[in-house]
């Protein structure tokens, strides 16, 4: 039985990972990572980051696997319902799934699967290896490691606490914030945000970062209708410094 460990890696300054993470991290026998890279076109700015995570922490240079992420349709007429969004998203997991398994059974001993953030949030890491594992040609062993997640750093940075007293935090995304709000959520944590879309919430509080924890990061806090035009020159500037803009907030209800 071959171990494959899927690590958290913090939201992208390699003073996060943990020493559990570190110590994983030189465990492997290699690394597989997916690449983004469009055909001919400039390097995937997270393959380089993971790689430059990679030297930061380890003493020998890694065997890196570079895997063609496959593409995944998002083209908004094609997404638009919960049940076509869901067989977008099933179609690209099992795509994803055939990569891995190839990588791995190409490679020999035991892999690391270096995961942004934290492997419970919004990722499908986990998902994608238990259908390799299902498949029945490769007996994995597979061990998460916890990271510290972009709520987590946002909290920090912002110097808040995610909830009030005693409270509920709600932690969905921005395609489905619309609906959080409309149930009467009044504490929202929002992530995968393709767009920030605050139309209607002019007089809640939001607390908002981007690229958290690398170079590129930006933060702003305010009441919705006196920050909103700085959270878009934020995003705008974060993307142009980075190639990449991975963003989150907290939206709370004016009371």
Known sequence: MRTVRLIGVGPGDPDLVTLEAVRA????????????SPRGGMPDPLVNARERLLDRHLDAPPVVVRVEDPERERRPDRTATDEEYAAVVASWHDARATAFEEALLAHEGDAGFLVWGDPAFYDSTIRVLDQVRG????DLRVEVLPGISSLQLLAARHGIVLH???????VTTGRRLREAVEQGQDNVVVM???????????????????NLGTPSEELVAGRVRDVVADVEAARVRAKAAAGWVMDVFLLRRAS
């Open 25 to 36: 991290m030189r465990e492997v026998d290699f690394f597989v990572v997916s690449d983004k």
């Open 135 to 138: 498949r029945g040609r490769l």
């Open 164 to 170: 009030e007293v005693g409270q509920a935090m709600h």
């Open 192 to 210: 995968l945000n393709r767009h920030v879309d605050l139309a209607g919430l002019e007089d809640w509080r939001i607390w908002w970062g981007a």
